[in-house]
């Protein structure tokens, strides 16, 4: 159990902040960068679930808001031991089957894709699109993070599915696809 009796520290006043292993790092490092993404993503999914209060899809959100804090933990941890252990919290491929499943629930209902959709329709999809659009910079970060350390390969699958699942949402969110609005290519010219 996390127990937060103070909230502020002034460790990080000098510009750094601790990770789970006790080092520090730059608050702008890459790692942080991504950590902080995955924040930025958890928030626009919570404010998802507002609008979609009492509806089935808000308890599934606010699953996927505890695997994102999960998430976080992950890439807290440096090292390229990825498996969770006592003291160590790590995605597994068990939480990205999870989605894929939730996935293609979803798409077995909508109606087939005849283009490119823009992000809108009803106010609950427009705002699972931001989400999704926040996951995705939370995915870019934490690739460009791969690319200078090691990352959890279950980690970037769960993010990588997370926007998946988050497009299909939308896209039931809107009548099961019959309220998307479709991208109407070079409509304006």
Known sequence: MVR???????????????????????????????????????????MAVCVLAGNPHAVTLTRIQNDLFD????????????????????IVPAQAAWLETAIDAINARLEPLRSFILPGGSEAAARVHVARASVRSAERRATALAEVA???????????????????????????????????????R
């Open 150 to 188: 090691p990352v959890n390969p279950a980690a970037l699958s769960y993010i990588n599915r997370l926007s998946d699942y988050l497009f299909v949402l939308a896209r039931a969110l809107n009548g099961d696809g019959a309220d998307d609005v479709l991208w109407v290519p070079g409509q304006n």
């Open 4 to 46: 937060l009796n103070k909230i502020y520290t002034r460790t990080g006043d000098d510009g750094t902040t601790g990770l789970v292993d006790g080092s520090r790092l730059p608050k702008h490092a890459a790692r942080m960068d991504a950590i902080g993404a995955v924040d930025e993503a958890n928030c626009a999914i919570g």
């Open 71 to 90: 998430l976080g933990a992950d890439l807290a941890t440096p090292g390229d031991d990825f498996e969770p252990g006592e003291m160590t919290l790590r």
